[in-house]
């Protein structure tokens, strides 16, 4: 497979950023989206992008371990993006950014993100929920019978998902839960530098996460007149984890109303060391009839 049609190297592509060498009081970069079937930019891929932007005005040693931000507007994959960052606040030990994602001159994505320098300190995390099924005792999900659109979502995509017990594309099987685990890893070998893996880690992060509202309520992704868009995203990075090997991504939604929803998940290694924590609240939209 050519670079040109590889995903993988597509989502490389759209997290090397540019700098656009302006200087005013802001810091400026400027990247490209991967091309969308629905005409829509990722909101996982702004998101990733964002971080980007932020780590380049740090020190490699300075990581990022918090981000809070709010998707404003639908962006278009055929435009690029300019970011924005504001040197907020630079400690002995931890640094504030704020990002801004910008599109035809008004903000896609606005992001604050926290950075600190690696410190000692208290450790504990909540442990991998076990009986799980390994990625490898799961079947792929076939999208052969899905629309060509659908299709090329699936064809494009860099990451591998697996869901526990089953997608919910088509139908919802099972009993009507509002959890899910799904296991999820980039298709291919990344580069070993721990900034590509974090940020491809918030690109993962938006994947399937809204989908524990939907199984709560037995609604498929194709039910007729479904509007799913994410309102804010936050996440907390804990532990240096690799997104081209397998990390199960334990999902639940604590609550749903006023046509809202909000999903929460914990991302573990295969091994069981607990690398990220996600908080995501969604727009949920279904006619009555």
Known sequence: MSDAVDPVASLLAVLDLRDAGA????????????????????????LAQSIVAASRTLPPERTVHSMHGYFLRPGDPADGITFSVDRIHDGRSFSTRR??????????????????????????????????????????????????????????????VLHVPSPVYTSVEGPLVPRQAVWMRVSRPLPDDPAVHRAALAYLSDLTIQETILRAHGVAWNAPGLKVASLDHA????????VDDWLLYV????????????????????????VASVAQEVMVRLPRD
């Open 23 to 46: 200087r005013t009081t802001e810091d400026i970069f400027t990247g490209v989206s991967q091309p969308m079937p629905f005409g829509r930019v990722y909101g996982g891929q702004v």
């Open 235 to 242: 996440m907390w990075w804990h532990r240096p984890g690799r």
């Open 99 to 160: 990002t801004q994602a910008f599109q035809g001159g008004v903000p896609i994505f606005s992001m604050i993100a926290s950075f600190q320098d690696d410190d000692p300190g208290f450790e504990h995390a909540e442990p991998m929920p076990e009986g799980i099924p390994r990625p490898e005792e799961l079947t792929p999900f076939d999208p052969d019978g899905l629309h060509p659109l659908s299709r090329r979502m699936f064809s494009e995509r860099p990451v591998d």
């Open 251 to 274: 999902q639940e939604s604590p609550n749903a109303r006023g046509g809202r929803g909000l999903s929460t998940g914990r991302i573990y290694t295969r091994t069981g060391v607990l």
